[in-house]
């Protein structure tokens, strides 16, 4: 029986692994290597990692971080952070990545997306899409850690960038960031109807609950979640967790 994948999204901050709310007031819970080696131990399916600096301290993620998370991952991970060249990407699927996010450089230079897919394969290639609501509901796509907004709508973005040979979208909103009480799916629905490449569920998943919906009424290829997977109880202690085979096999079912 197909299982969607499950990933947890580790958020770095000068290499401290932090937790936002709405993507502000980012609180540090630990070091994000000793993250990977419990997600080991507990058999997840795949973990991304985003430095949330990188873009405005113009730099890319580190690659001695991305070479120590290849030293100890026994799963697939990903990467973004700061990424704007095709060397930066080449470094980085060197050190181990199997995949990385481009958020920023998608917006300011769509054609980068189709000259990285052309370079290193589109299921190399995935691309972050931030989503923000103005005032009167009106949709956005975010850039420089949603500090940004640009003129994209998400849907007309997302079919943008799988024209230019991205290989996967991480559908992510704002608002629904680290609140743990679901998924925008409305949002998740529509970007998955108006594309074919695999949607990843991102932003406000709480509980397992949050996961079916995701795939079952957004139609995501995957879903994934921050809190989720770093927290406990309702004072939010810090505790790396994550379904066993059979839970998730339950969840989906």
Do not use: W
């Not at 070091?31 to 973990?47: C, R, S, T």
């Not at 052309?118 to 899409?129: A, H, L, M, P, R």
């Not at 103005?134 to 943008?160: H, Q, R, W």
């Not at 995501?220 to 921050?226: E, I, K, Q, R």
Request: positive net charge; hydrophobic residues 40%.
């Amino acid at each position: 029986m197909f299982r969607p994948r499950v990933i947890p999204v580790l958020l770095l901050k000068n290499l401290g692994l932090v937790k936002s709310i709405k993507f502000r007031n980012h609180r540090y819970i630990g070091d994000p290597i000793n993250a990977v080696k419990l997600f080991n131990d507990l058999g997840a399916d795949e973990l991304a990692f985003l430095d949330i600096l990188a873009n405005r301290e113009n730099r890319s993620v580190s690659l001695d971080f991305v070479k120590r998370v290849g030293d100890e991952a026994n799963m697939p991970f990903s990467v973004g952070g700061g990424i704007r060249n095709l060397k930066e990407i080449q470094q980085v699927l060197r050190a181990g990545a199997e995949k990385v996010i481009l958020n920023t450089i998608a917006s300011e230079n769509p054609e980068f997306i189709r000259k990285a897919s052309n370079e290193f394969g589109s299921s190399t290639i995935v691309v972050s899409i931030d989503v923000k609501k103005s005032l009167f509901n009106k949709e956005f796509t975010c850039i420089y850690s949603g500090k940004k907004a640009t003129k994209y709508d998400p849907v007309i973005f997302a079919k943008m960038v799988e024209d230019k040979g991205a290989g996967e979208i991480i559908i992510n909103s704002i608002e629904n960031d680290g609140m743990m009480q679901g998924y925008e799916i409305s949002l998740i629905k529509r970007v998955s109807e108006a594309v074919r490449i695999p949607i990843v569920a991102l932003g406000g998943a709480g509980s397992r609950n949050d996961l079916k919906k995701a795939i079952n009424d957004g139609y995501a290829s995957a879903v994934a979640a921050g809190s989720m997977f770093v927290y406990h109880g309702p004072r939010r202690a810090v505790l790396i967790n994550y379904p066993t085979p059979d839970e998730l096999t339950a969840i989906f079912q």
